[in-house]
T-cell receptor, first 113, second 112 residues
Framework: GAVVSQHPSWVICKSGTSVKIECRSL??????MFWYRQFPKQSLMLMAT?????????EQGVEKDKFLINHASLTLSTLTVTSAHPEDSSFYIC?????????FGQGTRLTVV | GQQLNQSPQSMFIQEGEDVSMNCTSS?????WLWYKQDPGEGPVLLIA?????ELTSNGRLTAQFGITRKDSFLNISASIPSDVGIYFC????????????FGKGTRLHILP
């Protein structure tokens, strides 16, 4: 299957700082990528759709100024959590579509202290 | 928003037993996907279904796309310890810009 790589796997940051998470499609081009958030023992919650060359589309209730998304190339989307606070601590996962299947990255565990 | 009803929430079974889980929705889906997620990892695609009535196998796993296009099931035969994890169904509604919706997951436990 297609490979989607996410980096870093985990990050600990201080409250008030910003954190960037990268999502790469390694063996295919992805015009659309998705960013999800997952709380412990919960399902995945779609945060936003990342579109190559245009603005991301955010789901209702997700602050676009808080979660900055940049999809600068067909193989890379980045999610920046700005001015992170402890309540932003979560598991963030990206995915990309290929031939009507959605493939996921390994996820990033963000802990804000 | 639209949610999928996935059941059961959790299962405790003996090694070697067969497992069945399902998902239902109130609207029609174009695609059904089944994923497995291990702790601290992203979901891994197990089976993808595209046509009503489609029955697809992947090793010991079998999944079907319901005739009404509003449901799907996943069966695991002869479970083994590495089957432990969380299984998610996911579906793509018609005309919804490639976005998919996830069920809440079925947590599979295998008793020693």
């Amino acid at each position: 299957g297609a490979v989607v790589s996410q980096h870093p796997s985990w990050v600990i940051c201080k409250s008030g700082t910003s954190v960037k998470i990268e999502c790469r499609s390694l063996d295919f081009q992805a015009t659309t990528m998705f960013w999800y958030r997952q709380f412990p023992k919960q399902s995945l919650m779609l945060m936003a759709t990342s579109n190559e060359g245009s603005k991301a589309t955010y789901e209702q209730g997700v602050e676009k100024d808080k979660f900055l998304i940049n999809h600068a190339s067909l193989t890379l989307s980045t999610l920046t959590v700005t001015s992170a606070h402890p309540e932003d601590s979560s598991f963030y996962i990206c995915s990309a579509n290929r031939i009507e299947k959605e493939f996921f990255g390994q996820g990033t565990r963000l802990t804000v202290v | 928003g639209q949610q999928l009803n996935q059941s059961p929430q959790s299962m405790f079974i003996q090694e070697g037993e067969d497992v069945s889980m399902n998902c239902t929705s109130s609207s029609i889906f174009n695609t059904w996907l089944w994923y497995k997620q291990d702790p601290g990892e992203g979901p891994v695609l197990l089976i993808a279904l595209y046509k009503a009535g489609e029955l697809t196998s992947n090793g010991r796993l079998t999944a079907q796309f319901g005739i009404t296009r509003k449901d799907s099931f996943l069966n695991i035969s002869a479970s083994i310890p590495s089957d432990v994890g969380i299984y998610f169904c996911a579906g793509q509604e018609m005309n919804r810009d490639d976005k998919i919706i996830f069920g809440k997951g079925t947590r599979l436990h295998i008793l020693p």
